[in-house]
């Protein structure tokens, strides 16, 4: 999917939200479990509910890969689905993944062309030969770390760095992720994961990357103003993706689970479009 | 497998060769691709030639994921194969994982309890609780990315950092990352990536981290020394896997690939047994 088409179905349904389908066996319905595939049944369910809503779809492979080849196949179907039936969502591997350059194109391999994802998220620290094989394809996009959610990310995201290269001479580390990284390629092929739990830190990320799009973990369950997200990071083509899991994808447990994550994706989508009146 | 009993296996083999099985569909002998399942074929004739001559295996997850489901499951039957007929050796899947707790801990499950590995490759970006998780298993073990054999490794890994909780003021970002890691278990459960093209760095690393496991990529096809490596790496304990893929899965490409592969391995053995004498 290009920049453009992803702008104008941001526009066309007032959402800038992705549904991380972290889709995990010990939670969804028990209903489900007599099913051939649970998994894949509990995903078809969410996404025929919830497509409406929202503008693109991230698995995360950890719940999938915890199955081992069964659940690599609930993925493989869930993309495959996707693409056939909602071709014009956006779909986000959240795989983190990251090697040497030859390696690093097999995992490019793996998911944009044996799997057929639109992107990828990918890990930093092996640097320019680990993110680059990821953009070689065509319309096709790597999302890399900036700044996480987690409580983690002070370990080495706030690192106080210092580079030659830059006018600055102390920064956190992530700002140096996010002014190298972005170099590598276009607002077109990259993205950044932004971390939603500080929002004031939109406006730091902003001024180094104004025209990138980020993809915003952690608003819903993980605790995020969806309100503070959208004031500091938006841009003038939106620029985001906030996506919310459990908030939405177990908002119910019973037979009409898929009704609350409809609904609950709704009501998301609702203040979406407030936002989005603004730009 | 515990610290101890890899100690005893690399003393009582005389090598500390740990052997990457990345196996590319694309290079494997033409006559395998006949078999039902080339890859996991592949691995099991390079298995059989070459374990009396190293104490690991490490396959690289990528080259089973760009195959999809297919893959998984070569890898699943590499597993299962390896800890049925050879459970002395030591397992690596060089996977480069590391998400948010939670979903580290899914990833910690894919591949310590599905799959039985005695251990995964971790990267350090997302910070404490993204490695935590693979260090609450028995006998198991994180590899976390240190500093790695690739060019991009200068993008961040080099980056002058500064820590108000460290003595040292400036130094490259992965001192702080084999500092602060080091800190989160024991030479018991943590190891390290240490890439092998810059062997002088061995002295520096073993100053912050003298005793634990250094896993060595980057010897042989990648131009590494494994003379530089094992004088300035080794410890008391040997504290090394050194490893070699392609100079010694791809040693042949006839239907006696195996037994190039093997007599690669056994050179390579051969040589460790002499740096070996020395401790």
Redesign the interface.
């Known amino acids: 999917m290009t920049y453009t088409q992803l702008v104008e179905q941001i526009k066309k349904k007032q959402s800038y939200l992705c549904i991380g389908l972290?889709t995990?066996i010990q939670k969804i319905p028990a209903h489900l479990l007599n099913c051939d595939d649970p998994v894949f049944e509990f995903n078809k369910q969410i996404i025929d509910a919830t497509h409406e809503y929202c503008v693109a779809y991230k698995p995360?492979t950890?719940?999938y890969?915890?199955?081992?080849?069964t659940g690599?196949?609930s993925l493989?179907k869930t993309i495959q689905y996707l693409n056939k039936i909602f071709p014009s969502h956006f779909t986000i591997a959240d795989a983190?993944?990251?090697?040497?350059?030859n390696?690093?194109q097999?995992?490019a391999?793996?998911f944009f062309e044996?799997?057929e994802f639109d992107s990828v998220t990918v890990?930093?620290?092996?640097?320019?030969?680990?993110?680059k094989p990821f953009l070689e394809f065509k319309n096709k996009w790597a999302i890399i770390?900036g700044v996480?959610?987690?409580?983690?990310?002070?370990?080495?995201?706030f690192?106080?760095?210092?580079?030659e290269n830059e006018s600055e001479h102390?920064f956190p580390?992530f700002h140096?992720?996010l002014r190298?990284c972005s170099q590598w390629g276009t607002k077109e092929n990259i993205m950044f994961v932004a971390g939603a739990t500080k929002a004031e830190m939109f406006k730091e990320i902003r001024e180094i990357i104004p025209d990138h799009f980020l993809l915003v973990p952690g608003v819903g369950a993980q605790g995020g103003s969806l309100k503070d997200v959208s004031t500091y990071g938006m841009n003038d083509n939106c620029g985001l993706l906030v996506n919310s899991s459990r908030q939405i994808i177990y908002a119910g447990n019973g037979k009409d689970f898929a009704l609350h994550a409809k609904a609950e994706a709704e009501k998301v989508q609702k203040e979406m479009s407030v936002y989005l009146k603004k730009i």
């Open positions: 972290d995990d995360n950890a719940f890969e915890s199955l081992g080849t690599w196949l493989e983190k993944r990251g090697d040497i350059g390696t690093s097999l995992y391999r793996a044996t799997l890990a930093p620290y092996m640097g320019e030969d680990s993110v770390l996480t959610s987690n409580a983690g990310a002070k370990d080495f995201q690192t106080k760095s210092w580079d102390f580390l140096k992720t190298r």
